[in-house]
DNA sequence: TTTAGCACTCGCATTTCATGACTGCCATTA
DNA sequence: TAATGGCAGTCATGAAATGCGAGTGCTAAA
């Protein structure tokens, strides 16, 4: 039964533990936090927590550490989520720049959550199979080169620049396009490259520099069905105390480069602890990480990008999470406006 | 004096290092490497070596390790610096796309030599301070969206793609860049988005949206402006014994960030051990790291792109020259092509 | 000049031990 | 009856002690 009482003492020790990534003692909860009752209640209330699962000790003799549970109700009812007003000043530099990219928006974005929360943050892009080509433009630059807009059946645009080995003519150019637009209509970004080559009789037939235009669609579609996993300041895991065992420090590497993992990871439906917040963004937690997401709605579309942090349990969840409700809302604003 | 057994000796001893990790002992080189002669005799050549700097004891009951001297030589004379037909075949697949942009090639190349060599590499770009503007083109994509193209004295190019808040004129878009082609050719890329502030009267005269124009392209200056530094596979580096110290990977992510120092770094005109071998990648030694660098003249100019490789001395130098050379001369070949 | 042999050095891993920060429980108190 | 003071018990942590072994340097003999 969680009382009020425990409930206060729940929220100092994970306070405390936030702070000093050392295990919190009665003692500390007394003197630090000035907490009207003895430290044998505390620690009377403490052994209720443990036992109701919120709290752990790591070993007999050690304060207690909270546990996921403990960080879930943490997050859920002790947390109020404002952010700072000098946070959003040096966050307005990025999104006031209206020239900018939103792909370019959303990498910045990530790598200012990075260095204001010294985690790691990452962004998920619309997942390639749910996607589907609407429309292909290639725009000449000059001779020898031209950029490739691509549009999705979500209103999502990529754009890549093309170079040529050799000058290339407009007509070949206007007929290509033309033939993908016809054929390519409707199929997922995933098989688009796949498809391409079935497509190579017909472009050698009317197409008369088909080769260098198809190798260069074919490499772009390949960069599009990517999955868009990108993320950024793993290293500075290194500055966690949790990570000052290199073995551990490894085996997250491992885990970074595995986009599946990233959506399995953020995926509160099959995740048991995780959090849906009310603001918008989630938080799950698995074995001693957390992982704060917040999915960026593309034009009211079902598909979504997915900006999220990962670091260990103890981590700011406030800040954090602000943040990411911050440039979340930011960004959907940029959007809007396209 | 480095007689022959000696540098046979340095050999032995340099090659079992980096493989191992471990100092070497005079009984290892016998029976491992099978070297003609017994234990004390190899001890007494060690303990030359060591005189003559070539070597160093970790503690007075620890093997020999090299020095950085003695890398140098073995840099100098013992390697012989072959790419591997498969390395070559790994890479085909990068440089076989002709449709990819240049830089597109180097950073994917960097990061082949990241996975391959288990190291951190490096690009840096083209001293903004060196370069001027020779040319801006801006190529409407749609209504809201257009390519801006800068080219310089030294025939590099850069791409980046505007977004704009609201429609923008074809008329207000060949003005705008009538008037930045005539005030500012020749003015250095570092220069150019302080420059730009001097032409703001200029622009609201004649150019309508003058706001939106003037905003992307101060964004684009500043990015084309900034010290491309670019680098990969820094979290390689907890594979490395030499980092198992948490401390040690700690310094070194710090200084990655400061592309001053990988300037300084790499070049040899300053430091006392460096290297410059003759098929062109140079190397160079500062305490316990090693920087493998090889510069790829863009067009025959003076100006450069400058790809690195940095690791612990104790690294496979003929693999990592090997790979550098050869992927040097590739992006060379592609920018003859252009 | 090379080699065998031996004494010596020193890092490293292991053990032992003392310390202190906690907890848990019980008897006492308001 | 809930809160508290007190005390015994636990266990990580760090320091000092110990033994081991890899490797050296030196010397004397081949």
Redesign the interface.
Known sequence: MLTARRVEILKAIVDEFIDTAQPVGSKTLVEKYGLPYSSATIRNEMAALEAEGYLEKPHTSAGRVPSNKGYRFYVENLTEKEVDEEVKYALSNIFD??????EEAIRESCKVISDMTSLTSGILGPDATKQSLEHI?L????K?SA?C?LITNVAHTE?K?????EEISVEDIKKCTDILNDRLKGTPLSDLSEKMESLKPLLVQHVRQYE?LF??FV??FVKFASDTLYFNG??NM??QPE??D?ER??SF?GKLNDSSLWRELTDTGTRQLALKTSKGSEVAWVDDLAVVSNDIRVNGQEDKVRLMVVGPSRMKYDKVMSLLDFIGQQIEKIYE??
Chains 1, 2 share one sequence.
Request: charged residues 20%.
């Open positions: 720049r209206q020239s900018m990219n939103v433009q725009i000449p630059i000059d020898r950029v807009v754009h620049v093309f170079n040529f080995a260098m190798d260069a490499g772009a793993a290293s290194i500055y990570f000052s290199i420090l490894k590497m406006e396209k």
